[in-house]
């Protein structure tokens, strides 16, 4: 497997990295083994979060006896400088590890949780302290927001971004894979698969490989995923013009539907939560019956509430068509879930 460097954090890490939420989804011991056979095929990078219900369990397993032949990445959302730390503890004893690769501040979705972030006694001041004592080597973010992710990358705190990426949501394109190379800024692409909605591995991987600084980490739940994607990552990766041609064609279909969550459309006037609505499949998809999050219910009901004022639409700076889409998700939920749970 090749490798690349992640940015100014110098860590040579595989091509291709495994997202750590679908591996939620099999048995544990099943979950190992799947680890496992992405660690035999040289995909070293794994990405989790202390959040992720008993992800980190599951990784530090696999990657007992061979720590230093992986990447850590997990992440807090705790903004608190102690609870961050006392997260942090909680991942390093998970994870079966002393010391955790990169460790991120998890979802930092607008201007003023970043700037929060940055107080003294806060999370960054947490990530400070970690880094001297050497509990962890290097600190990053991750975001939905494209502002906050270009914030990040140009001020010279963080080492990694964690954005969205795939060839639906390609805005990273355009505004932030040249910005993160002029930082030097290590950039791991979220949700290569659109949360399970584009199901192509070969052309969602190709596409991203097209950016030689950019790695991807999707999410990973059975063997022959992991041994799909690294046929992609070791084969050629050109996109051919038959792979544009579909790419255009799913473009078109789920271009307006496929939310960032960058929650730009907040507030609704009505207390929707729309990024979640929105997801209802996705979540599904990734979480399956098991890990459903229960707030998800919530916000369903308060889905049902839309008006269709269309406020939110003025405000998404994907030109998403939020009122169908919520419509479609709710059918969705009515249609798939609801009689599973
Ligand atoms: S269209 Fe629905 S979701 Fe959007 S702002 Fe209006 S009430 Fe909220
Ligand atoms: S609907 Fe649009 S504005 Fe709202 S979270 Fe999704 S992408 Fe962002």
Known sequence: MQKVRLGKTNLMVSRVGMGGIPILLPPFDTAVKVLKRGLDLGVTLIDTSFGYDDSEVRIGEAIAGRREDVTVVTKTSWRSKDRALKALEGSLKQLKTDYIDVWLFHNVSTTEAYEILLRPNEAFAAGQEALASGAVRHIGLSTHSLAIAQKTVTSGLFEVIVFPFNFV?????????????????????????????????????????????????????????????????????????????????????????????????????????????????????????????????????????????????????????????????????????????
Request: contains cysteine.
């Open 169 to 341: 949501n390609n805005h990273a394109e355009d505004h932030l894979v040249e910005l993160a190379r002029k930082h030097d800024v290590g950039f791991l692409a979220m949700k290569s698969f659109a949360g399970g909605q584009l199901t192509d591995a070969n052309l969602a991987i190709k596409y991203l490989l097209q950016f030689d600084n950019v790695v991807p980490i999707p999410g990973i739940e059975t063997v022959e995923n992991i041994e799909e994607i690294v046929e992609v990552v070791e084969g050629d990766w050109t996109l051919t013009p038959e792979d544009w041609q579909r790419i255009v064609a799913i473009r078109e279909r789920q271009g307006s539907t496929l939310c960032m969550w960058c929650e730009y459309c907040k507030p609704c006037p009505k207390e929707i939560n729309i990024p979640w609505v929105m997801n209802i499949e996705s979540m599904w998809i990734l979480w399956g019956k098991r890990g459903f999050p229960g707030r998800m219910l919530k916000h369903i009901d308060q889905g049902r509430t839309c008006d269709e004022c269309g406020e939110c639409e003025d405000k998404c700076p994907y030109q998403l068509n939020i009122r169908e889409t919520l419509r479609a998700q709710l059918d969705y939920y009515d249609r798939e879930i609801k009689h599973q749970l």
